[in-house]
């Protein structure tokens, strides 16, 4: 461990309510833009940008621990971790994945939520293994989606396989919803299943990519209002919709993702030049919503993540 957060940075205040998932299939209240603390998450890395395209991103363990601390500095509270073989190619290597939480463990406070989407090449025996590196948290999107010109694929039996396989090893998982069919999705999965290890249902909304569901305010709040009762969320948009959907997200009491596997522009024209300039923006937006960012504590209080393995 540890690198402080911000000093001198307040308690977000008071933590969402953890909420059981037991009453599934019920419809949702759309969350009241409450005064609560929002969570911050960067998914810094992903596994569609290519190095030599874009220098910036962070493949190598080096890079991806420095950015990690940056990104705790400037408010982030979970990082969304997808990592690179020696030629900066996506992989799912299990020693490499054991490696890297470690690493990230021991440089930072913050939650580490593997993928387990990996790369729309992964096959789901691999997606399965990535569990098997102990996080804290991962990733588990609730259904298949057109993703640009491929197909990222999350049949059924796959996604109830990886939820088991969550509650048996005890990670947290959040729920990735590309599109309103894995709200449905969502609901079936903790109707036959039960609650997630920790207790609480935390989704995150990815919005934007080209096949799921739009990054716009009108579509986040249908989205939000299919959730089930007492779960959080989060939103980030894909590429341009970045912006409106953080904005949609804060006005509407959601947490928020951002980072470079979502976005690699900061504005028209201009290159992110670093994961923590996009965590430093939506820190700023979130204290100017009187919603600071949480500290990884209080994340981990908000999510059900137990203290460190
Ligand atoms: N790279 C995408 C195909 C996740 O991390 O769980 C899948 C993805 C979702 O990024
Ligand atoms: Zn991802």
């Not at 490499?96 to 593997?114: C, K």
């Not at 670093?274 to 430093?280: T, Y």
């Amino acid at each position: 461990m540890t690198n402080p957060t911000p000093a001198g940075r307040p308690a977000a205040g008071q933590a969402d309510r953890p909420a059981q998932a037991d009453r599934p299939g019920q419809a949702a209240r759309p969350t009241a833009p409450a005064q609560h603390g929002t969570l911050i998450t960067v998914a810094p890395t992903g596994a569609e940008s290519l190095k030599s395209a874009v220098p910036a991103l962070p493949v190598t363990l080096d890079e991806l621990v420095t950015t990690a601390k940056e990104c705790q500095a400037a408010g982030a509270a979970v990082i969304h971790v997808h990592i690179r073989d020696d030629r900066a190619q996506p992989t799912l290597d299990p020693a490499r994945l054991t490696d890297t939480v470690a690493a990230l463990r021991e440089s930072t406070d913050l939650i580490v939520q593997l993928s387990t989407g990996g790369a729309v090449t992964d096959g789901f025996a691999s997606r399965l293994a990535v569990l098997d590196a102990a996080p804290d948290a991962c990733s588990l999107t609730c259904g298949t989606v057109n993703f640009g010109d491929e197909v990222f694929s999350n049949p059924w039996p796959f996604i109830r396989d990886l939820y088991a396989r969550t509650k048996k090893l005890g990670v947290v998982p959040e729920f990735e919803l590309f599109d309103l069919g894995h709200v449905a999705t969502l609901h079936r999965l903790l109707g036959d299943l039960g609650a997630p290890h920790g207790g609480h249902v935390h989704c995150d909304l990815v919005m934007g990519v080209p096949g799921g569901m739009p990054g716009n305010a009108a579509t986040l709040v249908q989205a939000v209002s299919a959730l089930p009762p007492g779960a959080t969320w989060s939103a980030t948009g894909i590429g341009r919709t970045t912006l409106p959907v953080m904005f949609a997200a804060l006005s509407a009491g959601g947490h928020l993702r951002v980072g470079m596997e979502d976005t690699v522009s900061f504005a028209r024209g201009r290159p992110v030049t670093s994961n923590a300039e996009l965590v430093e923006r939506a820190a700023a937006l979130a204290e100017l919503a009187q919603r600071p960012p949480m500290r990884p504590d209080e994340a981990r209080t908000l999510l059900g993540v137990n203290g460190r393995r």
